[in-house]
């Protein structure tokens, strides 16, 4: 009989469980659950940047995704699953008690956004990072942002962790340890009950909190009381060993096997975050930038040991040995925002359909809610058809990206987004389209940085959303950069990396490497730049450069 694995790819609005037949990379089915507390918004307030998932959403989510999933495969695949492995965003991290549970699972924290996982988006910790950032540079000791490119984000581990506990004593007293959401899903599935015992993965560690073996580990007990007196203790509560995405978890504890209806022979890998199993789904290989294009962008590449291991890449979100792939350097950049960008600006135009529309009295109930829905789901589309037929000489317009801050190079989560070069002829398509070649822009700015510290790059992948889902977009990227992309076949590329893993942690195979190369679906479409547009974007990028600056220098 063939044998099966399960990639559970958990994202910012939904959890998706792919089951994935190991012998071909063949998906014979999968089911996708939006959280519901999310959806309905709360615990989140865009004004503060401030975004949290109630661990329910996951743990429900976890439960009907694989059983609705189990439930459309074939007969017999269920028997027939060897290993589980979950990808999570990250950084996300939570309290939780001496026995592993998050807070916001006990009555008296469970309406607590602090109690809550910290969506990797959440950007309240910013006054945080940047003691993080001023205390590395100058207590006189080991500067330990080094191999995080220099420069820690409110994005990560320890600044959400202190902001927390500054704000909220009662989360603070009881709070035993913080555990990343791609370490507690295994522990959750394996009924591991003791924060020490979680096998900590070493991306999330690695990439968001300054974890290095050089060191021992995390940051020592000295700076990190430096750091925030509140932090005493902390540390031994943590961990000091980390593991790679190719090691076992455990097995399926007996609840969680009679919840998912499997057994507990099947295998549990060690977590990691959903862009780097991604790069596995997509084929990463040493020297190829892979992108996961969607909301925000995550850029990683793969190098040898022995042509990174003694350099330190400034202003990029680590290097991390085994993040991505065992035995391999993992580099890490990305976007804060990509196609939340093109969110925003289709938010903007929605304005008077949410705010008139729905209040007017020409119209019947149906006909209104007919009407919005039409409206939202076509704005995109349209502006797109329109904004493709404008000659990129002609545009005046120049867009800065940074609607939700800057991530790399450099990350920097005070910076805001500008659209400059406006004139009473700017319609809604060219500052679609400017907004299209910022985000475009913001990916170049990456490539050029890991160029400039001395990294390779042979070629670029892309997958997600929006590489799937828009050629405009795509095409805009390409001639930007002036680079052919290459688009990953798989929908669910990511869910499929969890699923390779998979087969490593179930002894299916014995590397990713073969994993790569039994269960890879290869790409389908590669868009290559025009010369005449990239020779013209070569322009436009010098420019947004300057104004770049500009806005760093003298507007925050």
Same mark, same amino acid.
């Given at each position: ?18 089951i ?15 959280y ?21 959403d ?33 950084s ?9 549970v ?27 990072a940047?003691?993080?950032?001023e ?20 994005e ?10 500054r ?16 370490d ?23 990439h ?14 000295e ?36 919840r998912?209806?499997?057994n ?12 780097h ?17 969607g ?20 202003? /990029?979100? &680590?290097?991390?040995? %085994? !993040?991505?792939m @065992? ?9 804060? =925002? #990509? $196609?939340?960008?093109?969110?925003w ?15 007017s ?5 149906k ?51 500008? /659209?400059? &070069?406006?004139?009473? %002829? !700017?319609?809604? @398509? ?9 985000? =475009? #822009? $913001? ?13 390779r ?35 669910q ?5 969890s ?56 507007l925050?």
């Amino acid at each position: 009989m063939d044998k099966y694995t399960i990639g559970i790819d958990y994202g910012t609005d939904s959890v998706r469980a792919i089951i994935v037949n190991t012998s071909n990379g063949e998906e014979v089915a999968n089911a996708v659950f939006e959280y519901p507390r999310w959806k309905e918004g709360k615990y989140c307030d865009a004004a503060k940047t401030q975004f949290r998932h109630h661990p329910l959403d996951y743990q429900e989510g976890l439960e009907t995704s694989v059983k609705e999933a189990l439930k459309q495969a074939p007969k017999g695949v269920a028997e027939n699953v060897v290993a589980i492995t979950a990808d999570t965003t990250g950084s996300t991290p939570v309290a939780v008690d001496r026995q592993s549970v998050p807070l916001a699972l006990k009555d008296e924290f469970k309406e607590n956004p602090n109690a809550m996982f910290i969506l990797w988006k959440d950007h309240t910790a910013v006054k945080e990072a940047e003691e993080v950032n001023e205390l590395a540079k100058n207590w006189g000791g080991e500067d330990y942002t080094k191999y995080e490119g220099g420069v820690y984000s409110s994005e990560w581990f320890w600044a959400k962790i202190m902001h927390v506990l500054r704000k909220d004593e009662k989360v603070k007293d009881a709070a035993y340890s913080w555990v990343e959401l791609c370490d507690w899903i295994p522990a959750l599935l394996t009924g591991v009950n003791d924060p020490h015992q979680i096998k900590r993965s070493r991306c999330a560690a690695g990439h968001k909190a300054m974890w290095h073996e050089s060191w021992g580990g995390l940051p020592p007990e000295e700076f990190l009381v430096k750091l925030d007196p509140r932090l005493e203790g902390l540390r031994e509560k943590l961990y000091k060993d980390t593991y790679t995405s190719d090691v076992k978890f455990g097995n399926l504890s007996e609840e969680w096997a009679q919840r998912l209806g499997l057994n507990t022979d099947v295998a549990v890998g060690v977590g990691a975050f959903d862009a780097h199993l991604g790069a596995i789904g997509g084929e990463i290989k040493p020297y190829y930038l892979t992108k996961i294009v969607g909301t925000s962008t995550c850029d990683m590449m793969i190098a040898p040991k022995d042509d990174v291991q003694d350099r330190r890449l400034r202003g /990029i979100a &680590g290097q991390v040995d %085994g !993040s991505i792939m @065992p035995d391999m350097i993992g580099l890490e950049a990305g976007q804060s =925002a #990509f $196609g939340d960008v093109y969110a925003w600006f289709k938010n903007v135009l929605m304005w008077p359909v949410e705010n008139i529309l729905k209040k007017s009295r020409s119209v019947d109930d149906k006909t209104r809610q007919k009407l919005a829905e039409e409206i939202s789901e076509q704005i995109i589309p349209e502006l797109t058809k329109e904004a493709e037929k404008v000659p990129v000489e002609e545009s005046t317009l120049l867009a800065i990206d940074w609607m939700n801050g800057r991530r790399t190079p450099d990350a920097n989560q005070m910076l805001k987004g500008a /659209i400059t &070069g406006l004139t009473l %002829g !700017s319609d809604a @398509p060219r500052i679609f389209k400017a907004l299209v070649e910022s985000t =475009a #822009f $913001g990916s170049k700015a990456i490539v050029e940085r890991l160029r400039e510290e001395g990294a390779r790059i042979d070629g670029i992948i892309a997958m997600g959303g929006v590489a799937k889902k828009s050629p405009f977009v795509m095409q805009v990227l390409a001639d930007v950069l002036n680079m052919p992309i290459k688009v990953a076949r798989s929908e669910q590329t990511t869910a499929l990396g969890s699923a390779m893993a998979a087969s490593v942690v179930g002894d299916i195979y014995q590397s990713f490497d073969e994993a790569q190369q039994k269960m890879g679906r290869g790409f389908d479409q590669e868009y290559e730049p025009d010369s005449h547009k990239a020779e013209f974007y070569k322009d436009l990028y010098t420019k947004y450069l300057k104004l770049g600056r500009f806005i760093e220098d003298e507007l925050t």
